[in-house]
């Protein structure tokens, strides 16, 4: 085998001859109704939109060229990120006019890349995983794909990634009881060129369903790399509000926060009273108003939302422009972009309302929508 220039990587060391592919083409159902306006890689975290972070890891690690591979509100990206000169990148953008799951949005943006090696990114994956290691692993290893994999506390509620005594991926198992292992995809690969064309093309495929075990049953060289650095699914809102907290108070590495790691970031333009109390990782978005003696942990509220008076909001997502009266108690819920809680409810236990409904006075609500 010979050596190529990355094949030895040291921690931090650049990547060269790597395109990325970032997957950000789902509709992000588990979050609506925030998915509703905005896709899930562009909801604002940590005050910047999710991507962001992404983006300026996967620039850290001295990868230049980056292919986005759209499909829901596709619009919205280029209008953010433009060329992607401001992050340092070269920024790539691919539609695709319907879905094509994750397999056939990676077969779609073939015809971009450049180099033999591709990273492959989901797009709302916050992790610390090191990636000159994970493409150390695959050169090493002389793979055609290599998968990042994590272990997971509960593996019953994944499918499942086990890897033999060299790390190479002996099977892909759907999610069960009594799973062998506890190593789960954690949505990072790295693709040889050849394996990408390989893809069907013009017709939705699954990469976890299809074409992984497809590769496996042919006899291709599937890699693991597994690790323990900090790693994170946002595709629920609970895990949403956790990533946000965890990067604002410095638990999850990113390049591109706004502001220094700690309790809280307050943006500019937002008005918060002196005695407001603001902890656990809380991001206050540009132009909220809080009132006087409110309480507000772990949260992420959305520019322009107002909070009353002695209101307390608890591992919350509150929309854009959402009004919650005074005395309202908020825990593990979701508020839509300009809903109008009235004074004195109390929404707990992953109640959701959706953008523009408006709650009187002392409503209660728990689990549900409205
Ligand atoms: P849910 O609807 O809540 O499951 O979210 P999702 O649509 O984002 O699906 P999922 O979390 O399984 O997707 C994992 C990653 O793949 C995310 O970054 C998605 O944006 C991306 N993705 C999923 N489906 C597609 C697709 O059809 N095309 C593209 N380009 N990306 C996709």
Redo the contacts with the bound molecule.
Sequence with gaps: MSASPNQHLAVGEPLHGVDAV??????????RPL?LSA???MLPTAGVPFLTHLLSRIRAAGITHVVL????KAEVFAEHFGDGSALGLELEYVV?EE????G??IR?VADRLRADDVMI?????LSGVDLPAVLGTHREANADVTLHLVKVPDPRRFGCVPTDAEGRVTAFLEKTDNPPTDQINA?CYVFRRPVVESIPVGR?VSVERETFPGLLESGARLQGHVDASYWL?L??PAAFVQGSADLVRGIAPSAALPGPAGQAIVLDGARVRDDVELTGGTTVGTNCMIGNGSRIDGSVLFDGAVIGSEAVVERCVIGASAKIGDGTVLRDVVIGDGAVIGAGCELVDGARVWPGVELPDGAVRFSSDC
């Design positions: 970032v997957l950000v083409g789902g509709k992000g159902t588990r979050l998915t896709p899930k890689p591979g759209t499909s829901y695709e879905p094509l799951d994750t056939g949005a779609n990114f989901n797009g709302d994956i949505g939705p699914d595709g629920t």
